[in-house]
């Protein structure tokens, strides 16, 4: 039980669709993450918000959109995806403090499939 | 340059032995953290061990302990008496002080327990 959940599990779309993930962390964090896991590369860090501010965002296309409506909260909305988009999607959160080197928990990832 | 290099895609143990798998690290900011992580086929990104850049010991956690080799920027974790449920993917991971919140991960070593 890490405290933080991601819904759904498993998601197929076309490219045409429109769809969201979900995140939420049960852990009291202050910042949360979204990374991309492809096979055989490392994780790929997507998002950070931080005190729900957008803090980070690494070239990530367009068709990716996060939203933080609070600090327990996190989506990332998709739409017109392409097929090297399947992935599997972590959401992560952690505590920051200046200067620090806070642990992020992960949730237990979407496993996405693009069409 | 790559931050985390973890050189072992893949490896075999035998269960109750003991395994070393390797991770190397490069930065130049004094204070920094070093993560492991364990990845089931489940998809979810379990914490394990965590070692600060001025930690004077090795970070043990259970049957978990991180060797801990500041000179040579490595950072092993080793496992005590494999059990069947320890195969998985394992990633290191390293967050530096001064880039704030981003985590750097290694592409991996699956591990497999031989029975």
């Known amino acids: 039980e890490t405290g933080v959940t991601q819904t759904p599990r498993h998601l197929v779309m076309g490219m045409t669709n429109k769809k969201s993930l979900k995140c939420e962390q049960h852990?009291?964090?202050?910042?949360m993450y979204w990374y991309k896991q492809s096979a055989k590369k490392p994780l790929e860090l997507m998002f950070v918000?931080?005190?729900?501010?957008?803090?980070e965002n690494n070239s990530v296309p367009s068709r990716f959109s996060p939203e933080c409506p609070n600090s327990s909260h996190l989506f990332l909305h998709l739409h017109t995806l392409q097929p090297e988009d399947s992935a599997l999607y972590l959401c992560?959160?952690?505590?920051?403090?200046?200067?620090?080197?806070?642990?992020?928990?992960f949730g237990p990832g979407t496993r996405l499939t693009v069409l | 340059a790559q931050k985390i290099t973890q050189t072992q895609p893949g490896m075999f143990v035998q269960e109750k032995e003991a395994v070393t798998l390797d991770c190397t690290y490069d930065t130049s900011d004094p204070s920094y953290g070093l993560f492991w992580y364990k990845q089931p086929s489940s998809g979810e990104m379990i914490f394990l061990i965590y070692?600060?850049?001025?930690?004077?010991q090795n970070a043990t956690e259970g049957r978990y302990s991180l060797n801990f080799q500041k000179a040579r920027k490595s950072a092993n974790l080793v496992i005590s008496a494999s059990q069947l449920g320890d195969s998985a993917m394992y990633f290191c991971?390293?967050?530096?002080?001064?880039?704030?919140?981003?985590?750097?991960f290694g592409t991996g070593t699956s591990l497999t327990v031989i029975p």
């Open positions: 991971a390293m967050r530096e002080v001064l880039t704030g919140n981003q985590f750097y």
């Open positions: 852990l009291g964090h202050n910042a």
């Open positions: 070692q600060g850049s001025y930690d004077q």
């Open positions: 918000y931080n005190f729900k501010e957008q803090t």
């Open positions: 992560a959160s952690s505590q920051v403090h200046q200067g620090s080197t806070d642990t992020q928990y």
